[in-house]
């Protein structure tokens, strides 16, 4: 049984913390090289944090986790995010 | 992006199940079809939680409208769909989301997918491709258990013209005058009805989770191709 | 200031009334939190170890062979760093002094890890002397999958994050090795009664 969303549900969130729309930013697996917009990551978000893993290998890419006053990002999981410049011109 | 507040100015009910509030948000941005927003509630004792809806109104409406089901242990829905009423408030961010979008700017065909309350962003979609008079073609194929699950059906049925079809199929209905398609939607349907992986259309498929995983299966399984397909997943309820 | 809207309640909760630690509500469901996929775990496949730091396992217990161990049934109260709190939760498991008995070692900590990729980190020192246990069976029933079936450790004296699911082992090591949310912002040690959820607090 999975719970996951796709990363486009975790817009919201992560749009306090990008000044892009990151979930249109293609992002390669670190662990597989796995290539796809985070849009289309597996989110769970129904956890302490959020997760977006790979749709691939399933390694989580994305990590967030946030407290009234602090946010913590992990993207180990993350080789490379390709951001395209009509996305930062918002 | 900051919380707005949203106030309710009209309920309507669409089925047994499903509510669309049109709410008069302020400072509202304009936003694009297949977008979502981000609903929070908060109770007097300071506890709050939120859900991701998607705006069920296309670019330009004059109120911003969500359509909600109830679901029966959720948590938000059944408020938004059984207690709140005129005036009530709340407060929503959006609108959120860059990739389950359509805005019209490419002509390809367009072949929309959506199980239960998965038509609401496709909806949105089918809305603005009228009200834009775009010459894409654009097909719905849309899912529910009866005709009384059926949302927006009398709309749905209106829209459809020369460059817009709407196929709809029941997967419980027992009553013999349907004269629709019965059975889910299954790589026989998408075939009979969708076009060919050679036209290239671009595939929107939005509903719960396991109807998104077994329709986009079917696509690929078809042979179009998984980049052009887009999935909306509302979870193992549906939303 | 957020915008309070009439009428909402929200999951059915109560203050703790000084039942449960600071910043916590109860609740009557079991509400499920995982960070990926529930495992599909096959029985025959499955087993328990204890690793030391060199990376050897000095331990190992197939499915038969845990259920075989001797088993206690225990009734404690959890706490999720995401508020909520269920009180007198009943479960029947392994107690970790079992699975870690006559093993001799000077390691200060221990990773818990778990199908799926899940790790914890916690002192050696709280996962004896009656703290933790290999959980399977949660109020008369199997442990189900999607609470961490078949069997998950169970720390209660700690933030139930620290309440691995689906573990499959426990890994000796001589330094503390924060794991899968102590390396994002949660606590490194989280006890809920001094409110430790996340870094530095």
């Known amino acids: 049984m999975d719970t996951s969303l796709d990363g486009n549900a975790a817009a919201g969130a992560l749009g306090d913390l990008f000044v892009f729309d990151v979930t249109v930013a293609v992002s390669t697996c670190a662990i597989c090289g796995d290539a796809r917009p985070v849009a289309e990551l597996r989110a769970y978000l129904d956890a302490p944090g959020i997760v977006l893993r790979c749709a691939s290998c399933g390694a989580a890419q994305l990590r967030l986790v946030r407290s009234s006053d602090r946010a913590w990002l992990d993207l180990r999981g993350i080789q490379v995010l390709e951001i395209h410049s009509a996305a930062t011109a918002e | ?239 | 200031m957020a915008v309070v809207s009439r009428g909402f309640q929200g999951r059915r909760r109560q203050p703790g009334a000084g039942l449960v630690p600071p910043g916590q509500y109860l609740v009557d469901d079991f509400p499920v939190l995982s960070a990926g996929p529930t495992p599909d775990v096959a029985l025959e496949g499955w087993d328990l170890t204890v690793v030391d730091q060199s990376g050897a396992v000095v331990s190992r217990w197939g499915w038969e062979e845990f259920r075989a161990l001797p088993a206690e049934e225990i009734t404690v109260d959890i706490h999720c760093v995401t508020k909520w709190s269920k009180l007198g939760t009943r479960w029947q498991g392994v107690s970790v002094d079992t699975i870690l008995g006559g093993i001799d070692t000077a390691a200060e900590f221990v990773v818990a890890f778990s199908d799926g990729g899940y790790t914890t980190n916690l002192p050696l020192a709280d996962v004896l002397d009656g703290q933790a246990w290999v959980a399977h069976r949660f109020e008369d029933e199997d442990l189900e999958p999607e609470h961490g079936g078949p069997a998950r450790l169970l720390v209660p004296h700690l933030y139930f994050w620290k309440s691995a699911k689906w573990v499959r082992g426990l890994r000796l090591s001589d330094e503390d090795e924060p794991g899968f949310w102590e390396s994002v912002g949660y606590h490194n040690y989280g006890d809920p009664w001094r409110e430790q959820r996340y870094w530095g607090d």
Do not use: K
């Open chain 2, 1 to 239: 992006m900051r919380w707005l507040v949203a106030t309710v100015a009209e309920t309507v009910p669409e089925t047994a199940r499903v509510v669309t509030l049109r709410l008069d948000v302020p400072d509202w941005p304009s936003h694009r079809a297949g977008q979502h927003v981000d609903v929070r509630l908060t109770a007097e004792d300071g506890y709050s939680t939120q859900r991701s809806y998607s705006i069920a109104s296309p670019p330009g409406s004059e109120r911003l409208e969500l359509t909600v089901e109830r679901i029966d242990d959720g948590e938000v829905s059944p408020y938004l769909t059984t207690v709140a009423d005129l005036g009530d408030q709340f407060e929503l961010r959006g609108p959120i989301g860059g990739w389950f979008v359509w805005d019209g700017t490419d002509t390809a065909p367009v072949l929309l997918v959506g199980g239960g309350s998965g038509v609401v962003p496709l909806r949105a979609i089918l809305r603005h491709h009228a009200a834009s008079g775009s010459t894409a073609a654009m097909h719905l194929v849309y899912s529910a258990r009866t005709l009384g699950d059926l949302i927006f059906r009398r709309e749905l049925e209106a829209l459809a013209g020369p460059r817009r079809a709407v196929t709809l199929t029941l997967t419980r209905e027992s009553a013999l005058d349907w004269a629709g398609h019965r059975g889910r939607v299954d790589a026989g349907l998408l075939a009979e009805v969708g076009w060919p992986p050679s036209v290239q259309p671009h595939c929107y498929v939005c509903g719960p989770t396991a109807f998104v995983e077994a329709v986009a299966d079917a696509l690929v399984g078809l042979g179009h191709e998984p980049g052009r397909i887009r999935t909306e997943r509302f979870g193992p309820t549906g939303g």
